[in-house]
C-alpha cells in the first residue's frame, strides 16, 4: 500500500462540481493498493496513520500530536494512480495497482479498520466508484508512506 498524508485545515473532494466529503483540521489520506497488498498491510497503515505525529501540542511544538490525539477528522480517498508509472513508455501503466473490484473490497476494509481502530464518525471514506474531479485542502504537510512487504515489490519501475 502506498499512502499519503496530509494534514490540512480543511479539505474537500468535488465530483461534477457537487461536495461529495468535507473535513475541517484534519488528515487528508490518498490510498493507493498494489495488486499483492494483504491484510497485513492494512494493519500496519492504520497504525502508521493514526500514529503520526503531524500536528502542533498545546505549546505550539510542531511534530508531537497525531489527528488521534486530537480527536481531528479524517478524510480517505481510494487512488489507483500512486501505483502508476511511465518508465518503459510515455503512456501510463498501473498494472501494479489492485484492480477493481478487488480494489474497492480491500479499500473499503481499510477504512473499516481505521474507523474501528479510531472513531467511525471521525472517518470518512469515499466510494471507489466515485471519481474525485477536485481535492481542495488548505494548509497542507505531505507524508508518504509504502509498506514494507518483504519479497514483494511494487515500485512500478518494472524491474520486478
Not at 490518498?30 to 502508521?48: A, M, N, P, T, Y
Request: glycine share 8%; with cysteine.
Amino acid at each position: 500500500m502506498r499512502v499519503v498524508l496530509q494534514r490540512v485545515s480543511r479539505a474537500k473532494v468535488t465530483v461534477d462540481g457537487g461536495t461529495v466529503s468535507e473535513i475541517g483540521k484534519g488528515l487528508l489520506i490518498l490510498v493507493g493498493i498494489c495488486r499483492d497488498d494483504e491484510e497485513k498491510d492494512q494493519d500496519w497503515s492504520v497504525r502508521k496513520v493514526l500514529a503520526a505525529r503531524v500536528f502542533e501540542d498545546e505549546h505550539g511544538v510542531m511534530w508531537k500530536k497525531s489527528a488521534q490525539d486530537l480527536n481531528l477528522e479524517i478524510l480517505t480517498v481510494s487512488q489507483f494512480t500512486l501505483f502508476g508509472t511511465v518508465v518503459k513508455s510515455n503512456k501510463p501503466d498501473f498494472h501494479a495497482a489492485m484492480g477493481a473490484p478487488r480494489n474497492k473490497e480491500f479499500y473499503e476494509q481499510f477504512v473499516g479498520k481505521l474507523r474501528g481502530s479510531y472513531s467511525a464518525d471521525k472517518v470518512k471514506g469515499l466510494s471507489g466508484s466515485l471519481l474525485p474531479s477536485c481535492l481542495c485542502f488548505v494548509r497542507v504537510c505531505y507524508l508518504f508512506t509504502v509498506t514494507p512487504s518483504p519479497g514483494v515489490c511494487c515500485c512500478c519501475c518494472c524491474c520486478c
